[in-house]
């Protein structure tokens, strides 16, 4: 398969006569291309095959060891102007950037295969949906490819149609973290990645397309890209309700999109849009839908069992890739947190010993969204979901009361850009330290975060209608421990969200945002008293004063650019903290 498109031939032609392949494959993503890929890294001993009778058609990839995360040091923006790419970014001027880029790309396919994927983010016949082609040398990047987005023919007939694309070039290299760098050029919507296997710094149309160009295109053409989980809830009366959220790593992102109903919550079902990424438009009504662009999940293996995620654990039961966890002494995948199996190969292949890993803390599992129990039909609606609330968390200890509502769309975009997240034992670094990661985009965002929030603040003078937002946070703590029981019984709070979204409730206005009343959170069933819950709402003057100076030194890094209309937000904040008694 090649093309009619010119512009994409020549830009193949190019590729090629700088890295030099033995041979050429253009990919049409069927299943049978993907079970040859498979055969080939079998034979190979690129992928090995797990547990057949327990495992179907699930296999296991070992990265090089110095290659198994993403590299924010060695991820760079490369805007024309370096005040374009913001403090939020590493940046290299285009120039410098591609002759560094093309000295390391020279001769680097030789005695490979150059394999040209034809990709689209976001279902092929939605006007919302943005096409990409990656032109890689790694048949585990096109396996993955194929699990993660829609690709093959009916995408490379769209970008015929379209004349229009983003380029992704990566090559593995000879895997020298010296010469490992994942580059970025917004005005030119191209992506350059050498050095690295590892998904993120590899399945280009994940988070180098899908959120760092995505969010420059976004900017540009009046959306947002964002980095955000889906989720469909449907109450007893058939009404349904799609959310919006965003956190940061290690608070509980997956386990919200895959959310299973609590006991006495009979009746309600949630099904998953998407578990990771959203594409928001607004409609002429001046509503925002949202499509996921991707198909697929690459998740965090580590912790998923069937207690405390359920539906991960079953999507990843067959038809699935699992990078760097270890084995069972049944030739069975094996990670910590998962309940059964007895672990005996860690994840570089040697015999467990006592005190080590046995799957790496970052390994992954790369499978179709449709093995997801809870699935939802709509993820493929090329019209998306129209978004009844957006949420923002972190983990934070004490400061933060398990749920606000934010006064109006502008304020809410102050508690998006000042969300914070206590570090934990998975982060390198200080247990504790809060870090700012506004949107939980902070490795993402495409180019300068005041231009971001400027962007953010925009659409409050383009609509009446926009979702309500809000802020939770599932992980306060008081001597005891984790004072909310979390998971399932999160829907509780989403009841909350929706009822205030449907104006079916009151809330009592405070200092940070709309808190609710005393027992307008369900809390039937559960073992938590009125002084506890008192306790999860607890509104610290002098510790929110303190954050708030914390947020303004934040903002200032930004320099002139930051909007003067989220430093008049965070005026009306302080000033409401300063008047507040909470006696």
């Known amino acids: ?19 030099k392949p033995d041979s050429i494959y253009w990919c049409n993503g069927s299943n049978d291309e993907y079970q040859s890929f498979v055969e080939k890294m079998l034979e190979t001993g690129d992928l090995s095959k797990l547990n057949s009778e327990t495992f179907p058609n699930c296999y296991l990839h070992r990265s090089d060891q110095s290659d198994v995360a993403r590299v924010e040091h060695l991820t760079f923006i490369c805007s024309k ?26 001769r680097c396919m030789e005695g490979r295969t150059l394999y040209v994927i034809p990709y689209c983010m976001g279902p092929i016949d939605s006007k919302l949906s943005r096409c990409g082609v990656e032109i890689t040398d790694s048949p585990y990047v096109v396996a993955n490819m194929y699990l993660m987005t829609r690709m093959g023919t009916p995408a490379l007939k769209r970008i015929e149609d379209e004349n229009k694309f983003v380029k992704g070039i990566h090559s593995i290299g000879d895997l020298d973290p010296e010469k490992r760098f994942i580059m970025h050029f917004p005005e030119e919507e191209t992506i350059r990645s050498i050095g690295s ?24 053409e009046n959306w947002l890209a964002e980095h955000m989980l889906i989720v469909e809830i449907e109450n007893p009366s058939n009404e349904k309700f799609y959310i919006a959220a965003a956190f940061p790593s290690a608070c509980g ?18 099904k998953t849009i998407g578990d990771d990424i959203a594409w928001l438009n607004m409609d002429e009504n001046g509503q925002i839908w949202a499509i996921n662009p991707e198909a697929g999940y690459f998740g965090v293996v580590p912790g998923t069992n069937e207690e405390d995620n359920e539906n991960a654990y079953k999507a990843i039961q067959r038809d699935a890739i699992f990078t760097n966890v270890g084995l069972t002494d049944n030739n069975e995948p094996w990670w910590e947190g998962r309940l059964d199996g007895t672990p005996s190969i860690d994840w570089k292949g040697n015999q467990l010993e006592e005190g080590n890993h046995c799957a790496h803390p970052n390994s992954r599992f790369t499978v179709s969204a449709k093995n997801n129990p809870q699935y939802s039909e709509l ?54 330290i809060v870090r700012r990661d506004p949107m939980a985009m902070k490795p993402f965002c495409g180019y300068n975060f005041a231009d971001y ?38 829907l509780r709070v989403l009841d909350w969200i929706i009822k205030r979204c449907q104006k079916n409730v009151d809330a009592k206005e405070m200092p940070i945002g709309f808190l609710p009343n005393n027992n307008d959170i369900n809390t039937s069933g559960l073992n938590i008293s009125e002084e506890t819950m008192d306790e999860l709402f607890a509104i610290n003057q002098d510790q ?32 409401s903290l300063k008047e507040y008694s909470s006696d």
């Open 1 to 19: 398969m090649t093309t009619n498109n010119e512009l994409l031939n020549n830009w193949v032609k190019e590729v090629v006569s700088l890295t």
């Open 81 to 106: 102007e370096k005040d374009d790419s913001g403090p939020n970014n590493n940046w290299m001027d285009p120039q410098e950037a591609h002759e560094k880029l093309d000295n390391l790309f020279e």
């Open 197 to 220: 296997g590892y998904g993120g710094n590899a399945l280009l149309g994940k988070k180098c397309h899908a959120l760092r160009i995505a969010s420059w295109q976004a900017l540009k």
């Open 253 to 270: 992102k997956t386990n919200l999109a895959m959310l299973i109903p609590p006991e006495g919550y009979e009746g309600w079902k949630v």
């Open 379 to 432: 993820a493929d609606s090329p019209s998306g979901v129209p978004i009844t609330a957006i949420v923002f968390g972190g983990r934070r200890s004490e400061l933060a009361p398990l749920v606000y509502e934010a006064k109006d769309w502008n304020h809410g975009v102050l508690v998006g850009a000042s969300v914070g997240s206590e570090t934990t034992a998975a982060a390198a670094g200080d247990i504790g």
């Open 453 to 490: 929030f400027s962007h953010w603040l925009s659409f409050s003078e383009q609509s009446d209608n926009l979702p309500k937002i809000f802020h939770v946070n599932w992980f306060r703590k008081n001597e005891e421990g984790f004072i909310w029981p979390g998971f399932g019984e999160n």
């Open 544 to 575: 929110w004063l303190k954050e708030m100076d914390s947020i303004e030194d934040f903002f200032k890094e930004y320099g002139d650019r930051m909007p003067s209309q989220l430093f008049d937000e965070h005026k009306k904040v302080v000033d």
